[in-house]
């Protein structure tokens, strides 16, 4: 069995060699420019193009990670009758629930404003939230916002979910479609985002949905830079009405130098790190689909490619 490996900007040899102990039947190689050699897999994260168009013979792509927007940008290069498969939370969930757990409860609790004090050296009392008065909303409830909502429902948060189909999910109120957007969004007092990024939901993230939240709410995008119309938000913080936002994803990544959520302390930046890839997890996870495969049998994580995620 032939796997062709490419994950920009990773170092291949720890992959490459944990996925010889795991299929030891298999020979993988580091793609390079002008290898057209025939392949049974590829396990890629953002290929160029020239690797996989025209692959018809691939038994399957794996995408190093959950979202595939970079790898569905290929277009025609993409070859359109081989399965695309995702990373179906192999350790991810968990950190995306501990990262999105972190800042909800840092909001909740005010421990931003009591930060902002104490490095002025200000000992002062800030009346607390009340959990009533404090809605939290989750845009996505696949397999990393599903695990969202259950972190965050131990702590009896008023939580309600937006996806395009309706869920039911203990202690979280379902809304699904277009249709529901609005009222999702009206009285939610902090909106976390953990959609996939297509066509549909690409700048959803703007003056118009973001105002409809509650006033003095707050932003945690941890899906993709382009849900977000960064200028809106900005505009928005320096309002007021948005009173917090922590970002993992931004439109271009590393952040610019200039760019002005650096000088925006309501701003908190991370760099893209909320869920890693875990390579053990990965490998462990995409080697079993592959013998699952060569067994005929179907594997969870395969992308629709007509929804895009
Ligand atoms: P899933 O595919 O499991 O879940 C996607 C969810 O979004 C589903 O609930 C789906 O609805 C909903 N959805 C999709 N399109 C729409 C739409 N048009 N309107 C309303 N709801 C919609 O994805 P994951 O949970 O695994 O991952 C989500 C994203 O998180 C990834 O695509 C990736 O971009 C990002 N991510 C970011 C990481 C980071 O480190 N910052 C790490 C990993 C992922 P339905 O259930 O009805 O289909
Ligand atoms: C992913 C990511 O999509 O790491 O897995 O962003």
């Known amino acids: 069995m032939q796997i062709l490996f490419h994950a920009g900007g990773i170092d291949p040899a720890p992959w490459i ?17 002008g290898d057209d050699a025939a392949a049974d897999y590829a396990v890629v994260w953002k290929p160029p193009a020239a690797m996989l168009r025209g692959r ?14 970079a790898i569905l940008q290929l277009g025609d290069a993409l070859p359109p ?12 969930a968990d950190q ?18 009591h930060a902002a004090n ?24 696949g397999v990393l916002g599903s695990r969202i909502a259950s972190a965050l429902a131990q702590f009896d948060f008023p939580l309600r979910g937006w996806s ?18 609005a009222e999702f969004l009206k009285g939610t007092r902090l909106l976390i985002c953990v959609l996939p990024l297509t066509p549909h939901t690409q700048d959803i993230l703007n003056r118009q949905t973001l105002s409809a939240l509650a006033p003095e709410s707050y932003l945690i995008n941890v899906a993709r830079g382009a849900h977000l119309v960064e200028e809106d938000l900005l505009a928005l913080v320096q309002s007021g009405h948005i009173k917090g936002a922590t970002l993992d994803v931004f439109r271009q990544e590393p952040l610019p130098a200039d760019h002005p959520f650096w000088n925006e302390p309501r701003i908190v930046i991370t760099p893209h790190m909320s869920a890693m890839t875990l390579r053990a997890d990965s490998v462990r996870q995409i080697s079993n689909k592959i013998a699952a495969i060569e067994r005929g049998e179907a594997v969870a994580g395969v992308v629709d490619l007509a929804r895009q995620y």
């Open 17 to 33: 060699q944990s996925f010889k102990s795991t299929l030891p039947q298999a020979q993988l190689r580091e793609w390079r420019e």
């Open 56 to 69: 018809v013979g691939l038994k399957a792509i794996f995408n190093l990670g959950a979202g595939v927007d």
């Open 81 to 92: 009758t081989v399965p695309l498969v995702r990373i179906d939370d192999a350790g991810m």
């Open 96 to 113: 995306m629930a501990e990262y999105v757990t972190h800042a909800v409860l840092g909001y909740y609790r005010r421990l931003d404003e």
């Open 118 to 141: 104490i490095r002025q050296r200000e000992w002062r009392y800030i009346k607390p939230n009340q959990k009533q008065d404090f809605s939290i909303g989750i845009m996505g409830l």
């Open 164 to 181: 395009r189909t309706a869920k039911q999910l203990p202690g979280v109120e379902s809304f699904a479609g277009e249709s529901q957007l």
